[in-house]
């Protein structure tokens, strides 16, 4: 695959996330079109976005896209598998033939070839890229150079839009006590109390009873 076609792929994935970036607001909506979008330019046939968690020092899937049911809720410790040791080192890693891989974890019978990429922001490691394919290889290193460029692009996008959520919660939060703090003096029992605080926060964050 000659440079001037990972170059035009690179644009054309670039300029779909920043589109989507004026119309996506929830972190998992940024994972999933990121891996749609990745899957797309590299001919996956599946893909999965696991992401670290400290707590439990595992990655944790996040979004996946083309495999079982299982795979929504696999977790993997650092260094375990393909996805673990691209985490464990923080480098990309190609398997041109997944039967030759000792540490491949199957998860399709058909899946004969993966890369995985890390997900990077600020220097720190926050989780794992991977996709898979049914032809043996089915990915080059310049699908590495493309997934490492648009995945550092990507994680840093989703941690703003993170902080940010997080943010805009907080200041909700703050709202619905200071609406609080106005309706308990009003408040004639519990029951009217309680019933007023559920309408104040239904109202807040959209929640329907």
């Known amino acids: 695959m000659n440079r001037e076609n990972v170059r035009d792929r690179l ?68 260094g375990e598998g393909v996805t673990g040791w691209v985490a464990r080192h923080v480098r990309p890693r190609l398997i041109d033939d997944t039967r030759t891989a000792d540490d491949y974890v199957r998860i399709r019978e058909d899946l004969l070839a993966e890369v995985a990429v890390p997900l990077i922001n600020s220097d720190r490691m926050i989780g794992v890229l991977s996709l898979d394919a049914m032809q043996v290889g089915a990915f080059s290193k310049d699908d590495v150079t ?53 309408t104040t926060t239904q109202k807040a964050f959209r929640i329907h009873r």
């Open 11 to 78: 644009i054309h994935v670039i300029a779909s996330l920043a589109e989507a970036m004026n119309r996506i607001e929830e972190p998992e909506e940024v994972l999933e079109y990121f891996l749609k979008t990745c899957m797309e330019a590299t001919g996956a046939d599946s893909g999965s976005i696991m992401l670290y968690d400290e707590e439990e020092e595992a990655l944790v899937t996040r979004v996946a896209i083309g495999l079982n049911k299982d795979a929504g809720g696999m977790r993997l410790r650092l």
């Open 146 to 198: 493309l997934l490492e460029i648009v995945s550092n692009l990507s994680s840093t996008i989703f941690v703003k839009i993170a902080d940010n959520r997080t943010l805009r919660m907080r200041d909700r939060f703050h709202r619905v006590l200071l609406e609080i703090s106005r309706i308990l003096p009003r408040s004639l029992s519990l029951q009217e109390f309680f019933e007023e605080v559920m």
